[in-house]
């Protein structure tokens, strides 16, 4: 076998996706094995399982059903949405509440998971930009370093909701094109198994559904039954949850409780800028407390009516918080040159490549505009709507994670078009100068 040949085949190897799926799985379990053995985190606590979600998850199997979110609280709660907390509970049920064994399969479980988001990732690109931007997306997201750490230490909803999202934009890109009722009630009820794992995606629902039927209705005058059926297939599956949380709060709540605390750790009189996360109930014992004393749904009015009450008062040093937590959520960090100075050598590559990841994301979606491309829409809605309920609460590169494959495909978009660029350049140049170097042979000859 020829090198060419040789070096052809590996490429190609290293372009299909079931490869890049499994790269990114044995990154991130060797990194979490390496882990367990130089850094034994103990798990006989709440934390290692995600403080809320875990006593949550303990709760559902202990038949005390789904309450009791803080350490010592009783009650219904309704702080997150289902599927992550009964997830959890699955594994609880069969392999152990807060066992060593529960923590090696769940965090086996968001290593796939997260690997696994790698195929809609090169899918989302591929249809988008393109196979070759498709692998290099793919890549991306197989070694970026938020992608790889989250499933590692977390144990949240957060790679699910990654993994949810990046369903949901694929499908948003490929129903456009689907006129049976069938393909979008599925598209309906995808969007609602998302906003069960992670409320904040709905953000963005109506700018992509709107895209998706638009993009229909350009190719067919069949297009408003298609999407009544996607929001009746949305309604049919978040229901159960609403009619839940009135039949035993006597109220309606839109999909999570406990955004009134959120509201007001980012804004109030003793936070710093950010957010005053030690002032949550899972820390201070005195605000877990109250909640004890009021119960949820109470605590959680008091602290929004005392955050609304703050910012009207104090609207200077909200709009400048706001800003902070803007860059923050694109950075990771309220101040990112001070933070990089602060770091070690290691810490400050990780920073970098998370700093550069979104800067390489926004030529993407600027170029698919210039270039005319049908799907920038769906891209910039994402970059635009998902983090706007943050900017006013408070930000973290975990919370912005679940549009990570959307900004990979973006960041691929550009490094694949950087690298035909200046490829295009390289050889006009040879061209040009093989051009001068054949008329100097002519001129000489002619001589």
Not at 93 to 108: A, D, E, H, T
Not at 152 to 175: C, G, K, Q
Not at 284 to 299: A, C, M, N, V
Not at 425 to 444: D, I, L, P
Request: proline letters at 6%.
């Amino acid at each position: 076998m020829s090198l060419r040949s040789y070096a052809g085949k590996t490429g190609g190897y290293l372009a299909r996706p079931g490869t890049i799926v499994v790269t990114a799985f044995l990154i991130r379990y060797v990194l979490f094995y390496d882990k367990m053995v130089h850094w034994p985190a103990p798990v006989h606590g709440t934390f290692e399982f995600g403080a809320e979600t875990g006593r949550l998850a303990r709760s559902v199997v202990l038949g005390e059903g789904f309450s009791g979110p803080l350490e010592g609280s009783q009650g219904p709660s309704a702080w997150m949405t289902p599927l992550f907390p009964l997830f959890l509970a699955g594994v609880f049920k069969i392999c152990g509440i807060y066992s060593w064994l529960s923590f090696l399969v769940i965090k086996s479980l968001d290593c796939a998971i997260s690997a696994i988001t790698a195929w809609p990732v090169w899918a989302i690109a591929r249809r988008a930009f393109g196979t070759r931007t498709g692998v290099a997306a793919a890549w991306i997201w197989t070694v970026l370093p938020s992608a790889v750490f989250f499933p590692v230490v977390w144990v949240w909803d957060t790679s699910l909701s990654a993994l949810a999202f990046a369903l949901i934009l694929y499908a948003t890109l490929a129903v456009r094109e689907k006129t049976r009722t069938g393909t979008w009630a599925g598209y309906g009820a995808l969007w609602g198994v998302g906003a069960m794992v992670n409320a904040s995606v709905v953000s963005t629902l109506p700018f992509l559904l709107g895209w998706a039927a638009k993009e229909l209705k350009a190719r067919t005058a069949r297009w408003m039954k298609p999407a009544l059926v996607a929001v009746v297939a949305f309604g049919v599956v978040i229901s159960p949850w609403f009619v839940r949380n009135y039949v035993v709060f006597h109220r309606l709540i839109l999909f999570r409780s406990n955004f009134g605390l959120e509201l007001w750790l980012g804004n109030n009189p003793r936070n710093p800028g950010i957010w005053s996360w030690w002032l949550h109930p899972n820390d201070d014992s005195g605000e877990r407390k109250i909640f004890t004393q009021l119960g949820e749904i109470p605590y959680m009015e008091l602290r929004q009516h005392e955050a609304l009450k703050w910012i009207r008062t104090h609207p200077g040093e909200f709009g400048h918080d706001t800003l902070h937590r803007f860059v923050d959520n694109w950075t990771g960090f309220d101040e990112p040159l001070a933070s990089l100075l602060s770091r070690s050598l290691d810490s400050v590559l990780i920073v970098l490549a998370d700093l550069i990841f979104p800067l390489l994301a926004l030529p993407g979606v600027l170029l698919a505009y210039r270039r005319k491309n049908a799907c920038a829409f769906p891209f910039a809605a994402g970059i635009l709507f998902f983090p706007l309920v943050y900017y006013i609460t408070h930000t973290s590169l975990r919370y912005r994670h679940p549009i990570d494959p959307l900004l990979c495909v973006l960041a691929g978009y550009s490094v694949v078009s950087a690298g035909a660029w200046v490829g295009s350049r390289v050889f006009r140049s040879g061209a040009t100068a093989a051009a001068k170097s054949e008329e100097r042979e002519m001129a000489a000859a002619g001589e």
